[in-house]
């Protein structure tokens, strides 16, 4: 079993940077694959990057890709969303989420753990 706890989230203008970070507590975070979601107002929850037990192996979801990278430090149980050039319809709520089993899964019951999400709000 795993917890989660993400951070980071917060107001940025437009065109700035926010890190994310995850982290896990619990034992075998590298047993995990990992993503992070998120969900903006009205809308559904979608993923955006997930990545591989040892890291060697990301997914980025094209709406994403260019601007937000996704990798993991199994040494500090942390994942971590890099996100630049950041705009306002990056706007959501953002989670991770963890399972032993799926990779780059798209769907909520895809993964057996999740964070508790942390506010990204980009203004114009």
């Known amino acids: 079993q795993v917890q989660l706890a993400a951070s980071g989230g917060g107001l940025v203008q437009a065109g700035g940077s926010l890190r994310l970070s995850c982290a896990g507590s619990?034992?075998?975070?590298?047993?995990?694959?990992m993503a992070w979601f998120r969900q903006a107002s009205g809308k559904e929850r979608e993923l955006i990057a997930a990545?591989?037990?040892?890291?060697?192996?990301?997914y980025v979801a094209d709406f994403v890709k260019g601007r937000f990278t996704i990798s993991r430090d199994n040494a500090k149980n942390t994942v971590y969303l890099q996100m630049n050039s950041l705009k306002p319809e990056d706007t959501a709520v953002y989670y991770c989420?963890?399972?032993?089993?799926?990779?780059?899964?798209?769907?909520?019951?895809?993964?057996?753990?999740w964070g508790q999400g942390t506010q990204v709000t980009v203004s114009s």
């Open positions: 990545i591989s037990r040892s890291g060697g192996v990301t």
């Open positions: 619990g034992r075998a975070f590298s047993s995990y694959y």
């Open positions: 989420a963890a399972d032993r089993t799926t990779y780059a899964g798209s769907y909520y019951q895809d993964y057996a753990y």
